[in-house]
Every structure is written in structure tokens, then in C-alpha cells.
């Protein structure tokens, strides 16, 4: 297998990119190597620059869940491409994107499209603020909301429960407000809301997944919910990426729970940069131009990315794959759990609708301090070997693995060869 050509626009884009890539999970710094760069997709397929074939569970991080150039969406592509691209004025495609994600979420009346998942979160932030006059939030260990200063606290990093800045250049003042908490600990919330007063909001995804697949316990959610609503405290579901993953519409529907305000991105833009949140009309209505709370965006809504979006949601809804994702889901857990134990590897593995991934350790894996007791060397080993075998992989042992709708039996052979291939490598190390 060769990654010639790869390499080659690696060393070239390392000149004017910053370590070749527009967003550092790409850069396979946490596997070792140097990152691929791709030619194409189709389907569950994803082809590189020199040719290699591979299944796809990276589906672009998520929206890819009807597998890559979906026929009808790239009819609805073509169509609003032939109107133009950009008017800066609205279109009857915002409505309609609206109404279908209006519906598939109980507590949202309104909704805003923005043109991520970190602007959508880092709005919802400044609406729960607006709305309640208070400025603290609380947020989970492990959980990733986007890249904005407030938020760049133990997002997914070794920095653990400390309101200390994630990233160099957020200053400790924009982090003074963000208190943190344990996933599926709700005393390590109470504590939090104890000691602290003007708290607006607390903000969660419903399922993580950007400590590997972490699932809520108990419920977790519930309690949660209930917690927040006693103290006068928005609860915000960031359901960027559970968002239509489990269920047509959110997480947090399936865990009896409705959030004060959603965040959503990622499928609901079908490959193009889309975000939104959204809430019930009394906290929308905060939202500029019908409120003081100021949000805008030159492209925000944009034309193709609607149509994109409407044509994804329709598939979704009239294609119904959810039960196949729990099977196909059941079946990789299967292939991975029998892989290890035939190779005495210790391996733990959490699902969610389409999201699911192995953990190298023998702890149940419930928060970001148990998805830390991973074995990432392994991960690294095992990462290479699938690559090898066929399989994408996302480049790092803390993100979830997509499935898409489209995988076939074929393609589940082909996985499960791969994973008991890679598992045997493991077992050597
Ligand atoms: C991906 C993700 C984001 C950020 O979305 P971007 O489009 O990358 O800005 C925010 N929250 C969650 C839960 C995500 O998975």
C-alpha cells in the first residue's frame, strides 16, 4: 500500500497550511504518520490520492450519514446551485429547513441557522445569558462544544476539572465563568451550583462524543434536567453531533428530557457547513432582530446548504435507518469484543445509534477521567492496521466512528476482517 502522493501534498501544503490541514484532528498527531489526503467518495467509500480504497467511518465527522453523493441530495444540490449561491436575503428553503427541524424537536419553536457547530453553541451561550441575566455556566469534562474561548475548558484535553484555559490565547478571563463538572456524576453538579449563584446554563452533550462514545447512566439526564429546572438553570443540549444520529430528531428525546435550548450542526447541513439553535419562542424572541440579543452572519442560512440540509432530513426521514444502525452497530460491537478476546486484548466498547468505539482498557468507560484509562499506543497500532486493511478510521482514539446508511454486508465483511486483523496486531505489542 502506498501513500506516495499523500505524502507529497503533505509536505507541500505544509508550506502555507498550518501543519497541512484546516482542523488538527486531520493531522493524525495522536496516531503517528502523516495525514491522508483524499480524491474522492461514493457511498460507504472513500478513496485517497494514490488510489486506496477505504469504508468510510469518518463520514466527515458525522454528516455523511447517508453515505457520500447521495443521489437525491446531490439532485437538490444541483438545482439550488443553477439559482445562485448567495443573496444575502432570505430564501424559502430557510423555512422549510426550519419547519422540519422544528418538528423533529418538542421544545423548539424557533430556530437560527449559523454556519457551525461552534458558532451555533457559542450563541446558544450568549442566549442563555441574555435570557436568565446571569453569566456562569457549567460544563462537562471531555465534552466539546466548538473552539470559543469560553468553552476551550477540559474540552476533550488533559486539562481535567480545572477552570483554567484549554488552549493558549483564551485568556483566563474569558474561562473566569465556566465551571466544570463530571459526566454522569450529578453530585459534582450540585457542588457546582452550590457554590456558585449567577449560573445561566449548563450545557451537555446528550450522549459524548468527543471522549470517544460516552453514555449517559442512571438517568443522568434526567436528573439533570430536573436539577437545572429547580435552581432556575437553562439546560443547553449540544446535540451537534447526536442530532438525528439515534433517531429522527434528538438525543435527548430518547432519555425522556427536553432541553431549554438545541444546538445542532453536522448532519442537518449534509456536508455543508450548517449549524442552528433553537429554543421555545419566549427565548428565540431574546434573538436579534426581535430581541437585544445580537447574532448574524453573512452566509448564515445559506442557499445550497439548505437545500443540502432539507434533502439529507427527507432521506433520513423516509429511509428510516435507525433500527440498521443499531444492527450494524450490535455487529461491529460483536466483531470487536470476540476480536479481543480471541487475542486477549482488553477492549470496551459504547454505541449510540450511528456512533461507536472501542476503548483499549478494561474500566467501564463512563467520563472523561475513565475514557483517559484508554490505551492510545494501542489505539495507534490498531488505527495503522485498519487503514492497511481498508477502513478510515478518524485519527484518534477520542472520537466516534460513523456509520452510515449505506454500508452493506460487503462492507461488514470487509470490517470485520479488518478489526480481527488489527486486534491480532494489537495482542503483539
Ligand atoms: C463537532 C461538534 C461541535 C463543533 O462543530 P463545528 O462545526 O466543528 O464547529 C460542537 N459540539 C459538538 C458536540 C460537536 O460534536
Known amino acids: 500500500m502506498s501513500f506516495k502522493n499523500s505524502e507529497k501534498l503533505y509536505k507541500e501544503g505544509l508550506v502555507h497550511l498550518v501543519g497541512a490541514v484546516n482542523s488538527p484532528v486531520r493531522a493524525f498527531a495522536s496516531v503517528g504518520g502523516n495525514p491522508l489526503f483524499i480524491q474522492k467518495a461514493k457511498g460507504s467509500k472513500i478513496v485517497d490520492v494514490?488510489?486506496?480504497?477505504?469504508?468510510?467511518?469518518?463520514?466527515?465527522?458525522?454528516p455523511m450519514i447517508l453515505g457520500h453523493k447521495h443521489k437525491t441530495v446531490q439532485k437538490a444540490i444541483k438545482k439550488a446551485l443553477k439559482n445562485g449561491y448567495t443573496f444575502g436575503a432570505s430564501t424559502k428553503n430557510e423555512i422549510k429547513l426550519a419547519k422540519i427541524v422544528c418538528d423533529a424537536f418538542p421544545g423548539m419553536?424557533?430556530?437560527?441557522?449559523?454556519?457551525?457547530?461552534?458558532?451555533?453553541?457559542?450563541?446558544?451561550?450568549?442566549?442563555a445569558r441574555a435570557f436568565t441575566g446571569k453569566d456562569k455556566i457549567i460544563k462537562f469534562?471531555?465534552?466539546?462544544?466548538?473552539?470559543?474561548?469560553?468553552?476551550?475548558?477540559?474540552?476533550?484535553?488533559?486539562?481535567?476539572?480545572?477552570?483554567i484555559p484549554g488552549s493558549k490565547g483564551v485568556p483566563n478571563d474569558a474561562v473566569k465563568n465556566t465551571l466544570i463538572a463530571e459526566y454522569n456524576n450529578l453530585e459534582s453538579v450540585k457542588r457546582q451550583i452550590e457554590e456558585h449563584k449567577d449560573?445561566?446554563?449548563?450545557?451537555?452533550?446528550?450522549?459524548?462524543?468527543?471522549?470517544?462514545?460516552?453514555?449517559?447512566?442512571?438517568?443522568?439526564?434526567?436528573?439533570?434536567?430536573?436539577?437545572?429546572?429547580?435552581?432556575?438553570?437553562?439546560?443547553?443540549?449540544?446535540?451537534?453531533?447526536?442530532g438525528f444520529r439515534s433517531k429522527f430528531g434528538g438525543a435527548q428525546e430518547l432519555f425522556d428530557v427536553e432541553a431549554d435550548i438545541t444546538c445542532l450542526g453536522k448532519v442537518?447541513?449534509?456536508?455543508?457547513?450548517?449549524?442552528?439553535?433553537?429554543?421555545?419562542?419566549?427565548?428565540?424572541?431574546?434573538?436579534?432582530?426581535?430581541?437585544?440579543?445580537?447574532?448574524?452572519?453573512t452566509l448564515s442560512g445559506n442557499p445550497i446548504a439548505m437545500a443540502s440540509g432539507i434533502a439529507t432530513l427527507k432521506e433520513l426521514k423516509s429511509q428510516d435507518p435507525y433500527q440498521k444502525f443499531d444492527e450494524i452497530g450490535d455487529k461491529i460491537e460483536g466483531f470487536l469484543l470476540n476480536s479481543a478476546k480471541k487475542y486477549g486484548v482488553d477492549v470496551v466498547v459504547n454505541r449510540f445509534g450511528s456512533m461507536i468505539n472501542p476503548f483499549f482498557t478494561n474500566v467501564k468507560v463512563e467520563d472523561f477521567t475513565t475514557?483517559?484509562?484508554?490505551?492510545?499506543?494501542?489505539?495507534?497500532?490498531?488505527?495503522?492496521?485498519?487503514?492497511?486493511?481498508?477502513?478510515?478510521?478518524?485519527?484518534?482514539?477520542?472520537?466516534?466512528?460513523?456509520?452510515?446508511?449505506?454500508?452493506?454486508?460487503?462492507?461488514?465483511?470487509?470490517?470485520?476482517?479488518?478489526?480481527?486483523?488489527?486486534?491480532?496486531?494489537?495482542?503483539?505489542?
Open 50 to 62: 494514490d488510489s486506496n480504497r477505504y469504508i468510510d467511518l469518518v463520514l466527515s465527522y458525522g
Open 141 to 163: 469534562a471531555g465534552c466539546y462544544h466548538g473552539h470559543s474561548d469560553a468553552l476551550l475548558v477540559a474540552a476533550g484535553s488533559g486539562l481535567a476539572t480545572l477552570s
Open 268 to 297: 442537518i447541513g449534509g456536508g455543508f457547513p450548517v449549524g442552528a439553535y433553537g429554543a421555545r419562542n419566549e427565548i428565540m424572541e431574546m434573538v436579534s432582530p426581535l430581541g437585544d440579543m445580537y447574532q448574524a452572519g
Open 371 to 429: 475514557a483517559q484509562t484508554s490505551d492510545t499506543e494501542k489505539f495507534g497500532v490498531f488505527f495503522w492496521e485498519m487503514i492497511k486493511k481498508g477502513i478510515f478510521l478518524p485519527p484518534s482514539q477520542f472520537e466516534a466512528w460513523f456509520l452510515c446508511s449505506v454500508l452493506s454486508e460487503q462492507d461488514l465483511d470487509i470490517i470485520k476482517n479488518a478489526i480481527d486483523a488489527s486486534m491480532k496486531k494489537v495482542s503483539k505489542m
Open 199 to 242: 449560573i445561566a446554563a449548563i450545557i451537555i452533550e446528550p450522549v459524548g462524543g468527543n471522549m470517544g462514545v460516552v453514555i449517559p447512566q442512571d438517568n443522568f439526564l434526567k436528573k439533570l434536567s430536573v436539577l437545572a429546572k429547580e435552581n432556575g438553570i437553562l439546560l443547553i443540549a449540544d446535540e451537534v453531533m447526536t
Open 109 to 127: 419553536d424557533k430556530v437560527r441557522f449559523v454556519n457551525s457547530g461552534t458558532e451555533a453553541v457559542l450563541s446558544a451561550l450568549r442566549l
